[in-house]
């Protein structure tokens, strides 16, 4: 079973497994807008989406995000989604990222992994692993929060 705790402030996620735990997350580092601005259908139930976004990492840092995603339909308005992108800083940084997702047509989870060569304000995100959570319009516009995975 997991749980997510959602508000402002600090977030906690509870695992019930035989090896019971649970993660304070805190602030997340990245708080995002975007959309979907070009969808393709691969084959049944399968379509390619290109996405767009523009956020704050750690509350002060501007950046921007594109990429692309599989969703793949598993029926009763659940997808599982698959897909890359990049981020890059107003200063040109840059970092690259894989993702997994699961939404239910308005809100979704999932973790992205990501990589980066910057010495600078990106090079935290080298070889960590984020969670993340957010929602969905039926117009492809979504807005995120993503927290490390410590």
Same mark, same amino acid.
Do not use: C
């Given at each position: 079973?997991?749980?997510?705790?959602?508000?402002?402030?600090?977030?906690?996620?509870?695992?019930?497994?035989?090896?019971?735990?649970?993660?304070?997350?805190?602030?997340? =580092?990245? &708080?995002?807008? $975007?959309? +979907?601005?070009?969808?393709?259908?691969i084959?049944?139930?399968? *379509? /390619?989406?290109?996405?767009?976004?523009?956020?704050?990492?750690?509350?002060?840092?501007?950046?921007?995000?594109?990429?692309?995603?599989?969703?793949?339909?598993?029926?009763?308005?659940?997808?599982?989604?698959?897909?890359?992108?990049?981020?890059t800083?107003?200063?040109?940084?840059?970092?690259?990222?894989?993702? =997994?997702? &699961?939404?239910? $047509?308005? +809100?979704?989870?999932?973790?992205?992994?990501?990589?980066?060569? *910057? /010495?600078?304000k990106?090079?935290?995100?080298?070889?960590i692993?984020?969670?993340?959570?957010?929602g969905?319009?039926?117009?492809?516009?979504?807005?995120?929060?993503?927290?490390?995975w410590?």
């Amino acid at each position: 079973m997991l749980l997510l705790i959602g508000g402002t402030g600090t977030n906690t996620i509870l695992f019930n497994t035989g090896y019971a735990q649970s993660a304070t997350l805190g602030e997340p =580092i990245f &708080v995002e807008k $975007g959309a +979907d601005i070009i969808q393709k259908e691969i084959g049944p139930n399968r *379509s /390619t989406y290109t996405f767009t976004s523009n956020g704050t990492m750690n509350g002060n840092i501007e950046y921007s995000k594109a990429g692309e995603y599989v969703s793949v339909s598993k029926g009763n308005n659940q997808t599982f989604d698959q897909g890359h992108g990049v981020i890059t800083t107003k200063d040109g940084e840059t970092a690259n990222y894989t993702f =997994i997702e &699961v939404f239910n $047509g308005t +809100d979704y989870q999932g973790a992205s992994a990501y990589s980066t060569n *910057s /010495t600078g304000k990106l090079s935290f995100l080298d070889n960590i692993l984020l969670i993340f959570k957010g929602g969905a319009d039926e117009s492809g516009n979504y807005a995120l929060e993503q927290w490390h995975w410590k």
